[in-house]
């Protein structure tokens, strides 16, 4: 295994894990050890060596990413990220709004689909039970979290949105310090930067055990049966995100970038497998910031800023992701949108994708936040919930593909000449 390169042994992880669910299925065991417990016990203890690095690094990486950009350039770089962020986020909305719209996967007669919303079922319970009271008032919200009362809390809680702009605010007045300290502090970033990347490292060692894991328990857990009444759905948002991620994203490559999409898509290649079996944008901004450093050779000024502000405010696939299922969940109860409220969809997709966290699942809230506003009702989520784990494993593969495209754009505007220039 050692001589195979890292994707490579990713990719026959998820073929193996993708066999080894199947076969199984979710009783299989030996001598009472059920399998699953025996994936559940792989893929946790890889998810928590990453999880592990998040706060440390998302603080390094900003801190000193912004440090070493400086006082002056700082307002450009970072004028230039949101607008990146902004707009690839509306356009990955718009190819869903025109996709559902197209192929209206909710339309005909679904009588027996909306009948098939069990308000029983024990998994949409616990998932209303977390949406539940949600509306327009959680929008404003995200913007009140982003300044935390306490930082150390914020780190505790997993609150990346808090410790983002504490990072900022951190690696800003650090740039402009004038302090006799103040290079002591960015030699102390930047060396735990470097100490995280090399634990990064070690720990994707690890990865093709550790996403063996994860897919399997997926796999074995779901099955396929399950499938069938939604396969039109998710094929809906399947090729929305294709478009997006294949079309639209590898356009602003070459001819904003000037970089070659095929090179980069190369060099992402790991980030891209581990943020599809993790299905986590956080978890994966470890191998994010590896592979844009050394494999598409960004700046780690340019890449420590833009990726872990990326891996939080900036979700392609789920800003794409929410809009489709909102879309469709209306087409299901018969309800005709108009013009109004398709745009109210388009943008609290925008807006709530911003806040998602980057952890799997987490659109559901997002979505309750739609059907709130334009008044569906919330248990339609059930109907997403049966193929929810798949299209939230692409979908995070192109929230991840996504920031990594910003940070080679961005560099590349910074006259940076990267290793994939066209
Ligand atoms: N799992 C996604 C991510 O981490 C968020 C979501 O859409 O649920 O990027």
């Known amino acids: 295994m050692r001589n195979i390169p890292l994707h490579w042994q990713i990719a026959i992880a998820i073929l193996l894990a993708v066999l080894a669910g199947v076969l199984g299925g979710p009783s299989a065991n030996i001598g009472g050890l059920s399998f699953i417990a025996v994936y559940t016990f792989l893929g946790t203890i890889f998810l928590n060596a990453l999880k592990m690095l998040i706060v440390p690094l998302v603080v390094s990486s900003i801190i000193s990413g912004m440090a070493g950009v400086g006082g002056d350039k700082l307002e450009k770089l970072g004028g230039k990220t949101l607008l990146f962020y902004a707009s690839s986020s509306l356009i990955a909305i718009l190819i869903g709004l025109a996709v559902v719209n197209v192929i209206a996967p909710g339309s005909g007669d679904n009588q ?13 319970t616990d998932t209303l039970a977390k949406v539940e009271g949600r509306g327009m008032s959680d929008v404003v919200q995200v913007f009140v979290r982003m300044v935390p009362t306490n930082v150390v809390a914020a780190a505790a809680d997993g609150q990346m949105l808090g410790l983002i702009f504490f990072s900022l605010l951190f690696g800003f ?13 960015m030699h102390f970033w930047q060396g735990v930067m470097d100490i995280m990347t090399a634990i990064t490292m070690w720990v994707m060692k690890f990865a093709p055990l550790g996403v063996f894991g994860l897919v399997a328990k997926t796999v074995a857990i779901t099955g396929f049966a399950a499938f069938k009444p939604m396969l039109l759905f998710f094929f809906t948002a399947l090729l929305a995100l294709m478009i997006h991620a294949f079309v639209a994203l590898p356009l602003l490559l ?16 790991p980030a891209l497998l581990t943020a599809f079996s993790t299905a986590s944008s956080s978890a994966t901004l470890p191998l994010t910031l590896k592979s844009i450093q050394e494999e598409s050779g960004v700046s780690k000024q340019v890449s420590g800023f833009v990726l872990p502000l990326g891996a939080t405010v900036n979700m ?60 569906l009702p919330l248990e339609g989520i059930g109907l997403l919930l049966v193929t929810d784990r798949v299209l939230d494993m692409l979908r995070t593969a192109v929230n991840v593909f996504s920031d990594s495209c910003a940070a080679v754009i961005i560099a590349r505007s910074e006259g940076e000449t990267t290793k994939i220039a066209a």
């Open 112 to 124: 027996a689909l909306a009948a098939s919303i069990s308000t029983s079922d024990p998994e949409l």
């Open 173 to 185: 007045f650090l740039a402009r310090s004038k302090s006799e300290h103040a290079s002591t502090l």
């Open 316 to 375: 392609d696939g789920t800003a794409l992701y929410e809009c489709v299922a909102a879309m469709f969940i209306a087409q299901v109860y018969g309800l005709e949108l108009g013009f109004v409220q398709q745009f109210t969809i388009v943008m609290i997709a925008l807006l709530t994708s911003i806040g998602v966290a980057g952890i799997p699942a987490a659109s559901l809230v997002a979505i309750s936040v739609i059907l709130g506003a334009i008044g």
């Open 254 to 269: 070459r001819y904003v970038g000037g970089v070659s999409p095929k090179k980069h898509y190369a060099a992402m290649t």
